[in-house]
């Protein structure tokens, strides 16, 4: 059984002294045990678990469950953030997941998101084009980094153009700030009406988009795709589809600007960027707390050093710490651009392996490639001292970046 300290870890961390450093409570953790006991603000506790491994168990084992930790999670409010959650493929296990991953799959096809690069590329464009008419310093975090994928995100599902803005601002509050709990209401039932009243257009007057395409999908297929289905998928693709990658733009230059040596490598081969953007990918973690959705184990589990999980607890798979093990990662702590061998858990594993993993890695891909060759003396306008992440949002992400060049 794991043995937990004289007082559980209280949970989330604080924010970091630099924009640039891990909480120190979690390399704490690293160097330390490979479980910890944590506690949570509305009193719960449970266990985190650190190592590559262990966290790659987590997200594979059937044992951690998404669907009861979800379950349990809408039961105590109902809600419609409590609902949307429970019909969400985050909160999903086998066999309802893999009955609605594979028709999604069938619309989200690989050939479909590549056919996106070349417009990710003049949106990239026309984005920096406008940047670079500002008064100096701009802002990236607004003129760039959150307009590019809720742009691509929007046009890939069918969203018509003047409510990007709006949908920007819905799943904001969806991810932001999780004490807002009545500004996540508001925006989940307003995104819920939006994507009902969208998804019933889309079946009169079908187009050349995501969601036409799910429709089309759900029809064909013996296991048909329900109109609430359709609506918790569209609006996850959202959420997930560009506040994530909105924030890593940002987090990801910083980072490059924090370490010069490696940037002037990138600069110099231009042609390394796809690499690049996957050592980003796990050096810098996408959440405030280093792990992502917590799973719920329905039976014993032992971990890689002999440690055994009870039944029914709450787990919390630590990827930020994942990410830079020493058994895994040679030198970890150091940003490698690279970096040959990088098996990282940014996107998870599993059948909840991010389903828009490689329409990130194109807007961030084609978002570097741009800024590079278009603004090579690009450096930061403020002290990074100065730089502040958003507060208590669970994706981390920079309230904003000045920059000039």
Known sequence: MAEAPSE?????????????????????????????????????????????????????????????????????????????????????????????????????????????????????????????????????????????????????????AGDQDTFHAWSNALLGDWQQVVEKEAATVALVKYFGDLVAAKRENPADDLISELIRVGDEDDSTLTEREIIALSIGILSAGHETTANQISMFLVTLLHNPEELDKLRANPEAIPKAVDELLRFVPLTTTGGIIPRLTTAEVELSDGKVLPAGVVVLPAVATANRDPEVFEDGERLDLGREQNPHLAFGAGIHYCLGAQLARIELQEAFRAILERMPEIRLAVPESELRLKPASIIRGLESLPLTW
């Open 8 to 160: 559980p870890i209280p949970f989330p961390f604080p924010e970091p002294p630099s924009v640039c450093d891990l909480p120190p409570e979690l390399a704490e953790i690293r160097d330390g045990e490979s479980v910890v006991e944590v506690k949570f603000p509305d009193g719960i506790t449970g266990w985190m678990v650190t190592r590559h491994a262990d966290v790659r168990k987590v997200l594979v084992d059937s044992r951690f469950s998404s669907k009861v930790m979800a379950a349990a999670a809408s039961a105590m409010s109902e809600t419609e953030t409590g609902k949307l959650m429970n019909e969400s493929l985050v909160g999903m296990d086998a066999p309802e997941h893999t009955r609605l991953r594979k028709l999604v799959s069938k619309a989200f096809t690989a050939r479909r998101v590549e056919a996106l690069r070349p417009r990710v590329v003049e949106l990239v464009g026309e984005l920096l084009d406008e940047l670079e008419t500002l008064p100096r310093p701009v802002d990236l975090v607004k003129s760039f980094s959150v307009p590019l994928p809720v742009r691509v995100i929007c046009e890939l599902l069918g969203v018509p």
